[in-house]
């Protein structure tokens, strides 16, 4: 593309960084990320792919806005309760760059619906709030080849991860087995605060423009942790597993298939 004074104005300030130019604009303008989940992560990590200018972004959610949404699922106003997520967050973001296209999908993550979607964008990142989807995105990534980036939050603590398939650690390899129903809290149990998930929906943003950008140093094979009230990020290593069931050397996964983790608690992020 073409860029119009238009464009050098709105990118001024990303386009002096070396990292970026022109070259790297484009970069950006042509590549995809596809968000699963319009919540406390999805929505920052939205707002500043788009405000970056990636030129595509896809958002798959199949809630609505509810009040208890609005202190920490920025895009929404209180005008959206009862409107669905991918919607409101369609038009905020359209609004702040018209530039991007933000393709709405009102729909529940499955088997059939991730490989409907995955293939068409460039890097996933994953803000779901429950752990059978968790899984159900590492191991479509895994098959398909495509980036990752996680993020957790809930309370006054976050995590992190990038997965590049067959280059680092996947989810699985680093939580192979899924926790049993109530071992790990959730935010409507739980509680959390709305900046805490700002943070780390603002960290999974970054790693999706650095990994677009093919510059930096993913934050791969090692979870980064935020401590909100320590005020402290930690780098925890973690290596792949070769008994991985999706990555490893002789994987028991082979297909996508909906994941039975309904005895599971359902975290909210
Ligand atoms: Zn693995």
Redo the contacts with the bound molecule.
Sequence with gaps: MSFTKEHIARYSRQLILPEIGLPGQQRLQEASVLLIGAGGLGCPAALYLAAAGVGRLGLVDADAVSLSNLHRQVLHATADIGRSKVESAREKLTALNPETEVVAYHARLDAATAKSFLPAYDVVLDGSDNLATRYLVNDAC?LLGKPLIYGGAVQWRGQLMVIRPGQS?????VFPEPPQPGEIPDCQAAGILGATAGVIGTLMAQEALKLLLGTGQPLENQLLTYDALAGAFRRVPVR??PD?????VHPSIHALVSIDLMSCSHKEA
């Design positions: 895994v650690a996947c989810f699985r390899c792949r597993d991985c069931a999706v990555c490893g």
